[in-house]
């Protein structure tokens, strides 16, 4: 036997309070502990008033008329995880007549503000599309700003029959 060699002995084992188990279970406790007892829960929905000052908060205050824009999308969706939307606004897009944001607004969801699209008279039409999701059923708002500083809108409603943007199981 080589004296040198380190001999094994029951002092050199790994304390009982370096087990896997208790680094992972200290590694959450502060990892908690570091969130601040942070509990995950669902998202709370947006209301009416919060898109309606969204929406004003959009027009700096100035009145918001319906026409020129068109929302286009389902009235009835399917499924609320991916709903296809087009926002068409009557402009001939010209230096002195043009649309230069479109903006769409929800009341349910877990923000009032969905997107903001910036064009310019250069984008030849005003025409937007994308995807979004819809919480549960509610009322979508798309308000275009024109070059000349007037608002324009389009309200329609929306029956989200499975919801997107929830966890759990309220809907």
């Not at 009235?75 to 903006?103: K, L």
Request: glycine share 6%; hydrophobic share 45%; net charge positive.
């Amino acid at each position: 036997m080589n004296k040198n060699a380190p001999q094994y002995s029951p002092e050199l084992q790994t304390p009982d309070s370096l087990t896997r188990r208790r680094v992972l279970g200290t590694s959450v406790a502060l990892g908690a502990s570091l969130l601040g007892g942070a509990v995950w829960t669902r998202p709370a929905y947006a209301t009416t008033e919060e898109m309606t000052a969204a929406i004003r908060k959009f027009a700096n205050g100035a009145a918001v008329r319906p026409g020129r824009v068109r929302l286009a999308i389902s009235p009835i969706v399917d499924n609320g995880n991916t709903v296809p939307i087009e926002i068409t606004v009557a402009s001939p897009m010209t230096v002195a007549d043009h649309v230069t944001h479109i903006a769409l607004f929800n009341e349910r969801n877990p923000q009032s503000d969905v997107v903001n699209f910036y064009l310019n008279h250069r984008a030849g039409r005003a025409h937007v599309a994308t995807r979004i999701r819809l919480a549960t059923t509610q009322k979508l708002v798309a308000v275009a700003r024109m070059n000349d500083g007037s608002f324009w809108s389009h309200t329609v409603e929306v029956i989200v029959a499975i919801a997107a943007c929830l966890e759990g199981d309220e809907v």
